[in-house]
């Protein structure tokens, strides 16, 4: 019934107050009986409201039907690396508020979650928000998730080592809001998907280049979830020959072990001690777009590793579009620009047929693509 009740609203929505029950049962495909049901149960529970009829030159009047944006909230949060990310969205999705926090480091999982209740308590509380329309809290975070058993396996680029199995039921428990998490990447592409530059887009892939390095997937219109065991879009752990940096998953080679936000400063500190002012992946940018030799030999290599998981991304998913973001992500960045030019230099041109860009959305990406899927699991 959920899944009807998202195609429903979500039809709806699309009509700006002009969609029939017609308009909807020939938008979604479904049965009239069922679309019937679903669109009395939606105004029923006060999520769907009718306008007044249209009147035809002939028939029965058309009753046009509008999302009643107020009647749910839905909140959004995005665990990363370094910071903390929460939105709290209406029925449209419209985002009534946003805060960030400062992501603390791991030090057990009692101490995480109250952080985490806390956080999201104050954050709530500064959006005014009417605690009975706040239906489900949509979590996104930076690490290996389960999302069929609702716990976080691991988050090595903020403390949390693999294994840990941090069940966040308690999360939602005290919050008394039903909880759905996935991985960064994944809420960053459901974001993309329904929201973004591309949006609507079948077959898109987005790439985030940050602390981690890491992509999501919509394949023929469907998001592509992660799990452990079976992981979509792990490209910042591909092994890469010739690179003897340890990842913070255990293994030697990752990518993201030397294309990292945090591994590019152990990187530079390592290769130019005399050098503190290239000791940070922002100024090591900076410094390779100003033509600074040894930056650019660190970040040329990073955007080449960097190529050959984007590349694998498209030799796996054929995307129709790709979207970047993350703090490694400017237009006008050394490393960007370099990952584009290698990107290019690896595939054919027959696959090179698609457009690039940055996601619009900001840093709210993941935090916007958590509540939605919060709806569309608990509408």
Request: aromatic fraction near 8%.
């Given at each position: 019934?959920?899944s009807f009740?998202v195609?429903?609203?979500d039809?709806?929505?699309?009509?700006?107050?002009?969609a029939?029950?017609?308009?909807?049962a020939?938008?979604?495909g479904?049965?009239w009986?069922?679309?019937?049901k679903?669109?009395?149960s939606?105004i029923?529970?006060?999520f769907v409201?009718e306008?007044?009829?249209l009147r035809?030159?002939q028939?029965?009047p058309?009753i046009?039907l509008c999302v009643?944006?107020?009647?749910a909230h839905?909140?959004?949060?995005?665990?990363?690396a370094?910071?903390?990310?929460?939105?709290?969205?209406?029925?449209?999705?419209?985002?009534?508020?946003?805060?960030e926090?400062?992501?603390?480091?791991?030090?057990?999982?009692d101490?995480?979650?109250?952080?985490?209740?806390?956080?999201?308590e104050?954050?709530?509380e500064a959006?005014?928000?009417?605690?009975s329309?706040?239906?489900a809290?949509?979590?996104?975070?930076s690490g290996?998730?389960d999302?069929?058993?609702g716990?976080?396996?691991s988050?090595?680029?903020w403390g949390v080592?693999?294994?840990?199995?941090?069940e966040l039921?308690?999360?939602?428990e005290?919050?008394?809001l039903?909880?759905?998490a996935?991985?960064?990447?994944?809420?960053?592409a459901?974001?993309?998907?329904?929201?973004g530059?591309?949006?609507g887009?079948?077959n898109?892939?987005t790439?985030g280049?940050?602390?981690?390095?890491g992509s999501?997937?919509v394949s023929?219109?469907?998001?592509?979830l992660?799990q452990?065991g079976r992981?979509?879009g792990?490209i910042?752990?591909?092994?890469i020959p010739g690179n003897?940096?340890?990842?913070t998953?255990g293994?030697?080679?990752?990518?993201?072990?030397f294309?990292?936000?945090n591994?590019l400063?152990?990187?530079a500190?390592?290769r130019?001690p005399s050098?503190p002012?290239?000791h940070?992946?922002?100024?090591?940018?900076?410094?390779?777009a100003?033509?600074?030799q040894d930056?650019?030999s660190?970040m040329?290599t990073?955007a080449s590793?960097n190529?050959?998981?984007i590349?694998a991304?498209?030799?796996l998913?054929?995307?129709?579009?790709?979207?970047f973001?993350?703090?490694q992500v400017?237009?006008?960045?050394?490393?960007?620009?370099s990952t584009l030019?290698?990107?290019?230099g690896i595939?054919p041109?027959e696959?090179?047929?698609?457009?690039?860009?940055?996601?619009?959305?900001?840093?709210?990406?993941?935090?916007?693509?958590?509540a939605?899927?919060?709806?569309?699991q608990f509408i």
């Amino acid at each position: 019934m959920s899944s009807f009740r998202v195609k429903v609203l979500d039809t709806i929505r699309a009509g700006h107050g002009d969609a029939s029950r017609k308009d909807v049962a020939r938008e979604t495909g479904l049965a009239w009986g069922t679309m019937f049901k679903t669109v009395a149960s939606l105004i029923q529970d006060g999520f769907v409201f009718e306008r007044t009829p249209l009147r035809n030159t002939q028939g029965r009047p058309s009753i046009p039907l509008c999302v009643n944006p107020d009647a749910a909230h839905w909140c959004g949060v995005d665990v990363g690396a370094c910071g903390t990310r929460f939105v709290l969205c209406d029925l449209n999705f419209r985002i009534l508020h946003q805060s960030e926090t400062t992501t603390p480091r791991y030090h057990g999982a009692d101490a995480f979650r109250n952080w985490l209740v806390e956080f999201l308590e104050s954050s709530l509380e500064a959006a005014r928000a009417e605690r009975s329309r706040v239906k489900a809290l949509g979590l996104s975070i930076s690490g290996n998730i389960d999302h069929e058993r609702g716990i976080i396996v691991s988050g090595g680029n903020w403390g949390v080592k693999w294994g840990e199995n941090m069940e966040l039921a308690p999360v939602g428990e005290k919050l008394g809001l039903p909880l759905f998490a996935v991985t960064t990447q994944n809420a960053a592409a459901c974001a993309e998907y329904h929201f973004g530059e591309f949006a609507g887009c079948p077959n898109l892939v987005t790439i985030g280049l940050g602390a981690g390095i890491g992509s999501g997937v919509v394949s023929l219109g469907k998001l592509l979830l992660s799990q452990p065991g079976r992981p979509v879009g792990y490209i910042g752990h591909i092994l890469i020959p010739g690179n003897t940096q340890k990842c913070t998953c255990g293994f030697t080679g990752c990518l993201e072990a030397f294309s990292g936000g945090n591994f590019l400063r152990e990187v530079a500190q390592r290769r130019f001690p005399s050098r503190p002012e290239l000791h940070d992946a922002a100024a090591l940018d900076r410094a390779a777009a100003r033509g600074d030799q040894d930056a650019v030999s660190i970040m040329d290599t990073a955007a080449s590793y960097n190529a050959v998981g984007i590349a694998a991304m498209v030799q796996l998913y054929a995307p129709e579009a790709i979207v970047f973001s993350g703090g490694q992500v400017r237009a006008d960045g050394f490393l960007y620009q370099s990952t584009l030019r290698h990107l290019e230099g690896i595939l054919p041109k027959e696959r090179r047929q698609f457009p690039i860009g940055i996601s619009f959305l900001g840093t709210r990406q993941s935090a916007l693509g958590a509540a939605r899927l919060a709806y569309e699991q608990f509408i």
